[in-house]
């Protein structure tokens, strides 16, 4: 019998997507422009790197939720109450199901994350952040 083997992700996945811009209709300020590096998905979740450039602009988490690791860059998540938590490389974050707020990019973020779906509608990946 054969088990799963770990794999070192760097390369072994191939090159990171195209970077897409975000939604004008989101954008606060800059052009921010986003790459979804997807490692597994299904119904139930999705796991991957995700990269932004700077720029601020909104994110809503409707029917699901997401544990986020910064691996590089630097900025901040403004939710709309008002909680500003700020993100560094080795900062990790959870954001529960129905989390809305901003993303404030300052210098370039890298991003590992685990999105699990709670129910209703969720719209993942791309660039939804």
């Not at 700020?86 to 989390?99: I, K, N, R, S």
């Amino acid at each position: 019998m054969t088990s799963p083997s770990a794999v070192q992700i760097v390369g072994a996945y191939g090159a990171w997507p195209p970077a897409v811009t975000i939604d004008e209709a989101r954008v606060v300020s800059g052009a921010p422009e986003a790459s979804t590096f997807i490692l597994d998905e299904s119904t139930t979740h999705q796991v991957g790197l995700w990269k932004v450039t700077a720029g601020e602009f909104t994110t809503q988490h409707p029917g699901y939720l997401e544990y986020i690791h910064v691996l590089g860059g630097r900025g901040r998540l403004r939710d709309d109450a008002g909680n500003v938590t700020e993100l560094a490389p080795g900062v990790t974050v959870f954001m529960p199901a129905g989390w809305a707020g901003r993303w404030i990019v300052d210098e370039p973020i890298t991003k590992m994350y685990s999105i699990i779906h709670t129910g209703g509608a969720a719209t993942i990946g791309g660039t939804s952040a």
